[in-house]
């Protein structure tokens, strides 16, 4: 079965700061890996995924995520944060195939100061 | 533009009372979820289902009940049975395989 740790809960970051929201997966098979954002009363929107390929991949919006397997670790970053980008962060894991649930972890709030 | 709908946006409800949200895409997605999101706790499975007329529950589907009788539509009730239905309800929807989810706006559920 597959799991999902996202450490922080929250992490406050000055404008223009770079940030990691860190996120640890678990799972004895090979995994397919999301960043979602949820901003304020809203539903979840689909920040960037690793699906095979580079390790790194990027968002259009300026985060970017390295899949590292040794470490099993899927971490989101971003160079220079804006308030905008304040929301809450959820990592998800899948074992694709037929059944292709996601598992979610607890979520990370972004909060970004002035 | 395609998409998944869930209505309504905030629902109330009295003690004892069944209510159902509803959930519609037009994605042509196989399969679709519904999860409860409750502050410090991310996002809990409640029910999913693959395929028309077919069902598996999640991790917290006791007090919950739903059904698939068209590719487009997965209304979840929740019944009176839900020790604890204040919640805010998203419904997801995917195709087959490797895919992430699409997810809708949500309903916010109050009971009163």
């Known amino acids: 079965a597959q799991s999902v740790t996202q450490l922080d809960s929250q992490v406050p970051v000055f404008e223009e700061a770079p940030v990691e929201l860190r996120c640890n997966y678990s799972s004895s098979v090979s995994v397919y890996l999301f960043w979602y954002v949820q901003y304020p009363n809203q539903g979840l929107q689909l920040l960037l995924k690793?699906?095979?390929?580079?390790?790194l991949v990027e968002s259009i919006n300026g985060f970017e995520a390295e899949f590292n397997k040794s470490q099993t670790s899927f971490h989101l970053r971003k160079p220079s944060v804006h308030i905008s980008d304040t929301a809450e962060y959820f990592c998800a894991v899948s074992a694709g195939g037929a059944t292709n649930k996601l598992i979610f972890g607890t979520g990370t709030l972004l909060a970004v100061q002035p | 533009d395609g998409g998944i709908t869930q209505s309504p946006k905030y629902l109330f409800r009295k003690e004892g009372q069944n209510v159902t949200l509803s959930c519609e895409q037009n994605?042509?997605?196989?399969?679709m979820y519904w999860y409860r999101q409750d502050p410090g706790q991310g996002l809990r499975l409640i029910y999913y289902?693959?395929?028309?007329?077919?069902?598996q529950k999640g991790d917290i589907a006791e007090g919950y009940s739903v059904s698939r009788e068209k590719k487009e539509s997965f209304p979840l009730t929740v019944t009176s049975a839900q020790k604890n239905p204040t919640a805010f309800y998203l419904c997801?929807?995917?195709?087959?395989?490797?895919?992430?989810?699409?997810f809708g706006s949500g309903t916010r559920l109050t009971v009163v």
């Open positions: 994605l042509n997605h196989d399969a």
């Open positions: 289902s693959q395929i028309v007329n077919d069902f």
């Open positions: 690793y699906l095979s390929g580079s390790t």
């Open positions: 997801a929807s995917s195709r087959q395989g490797t895919g992430g989810y699409t």
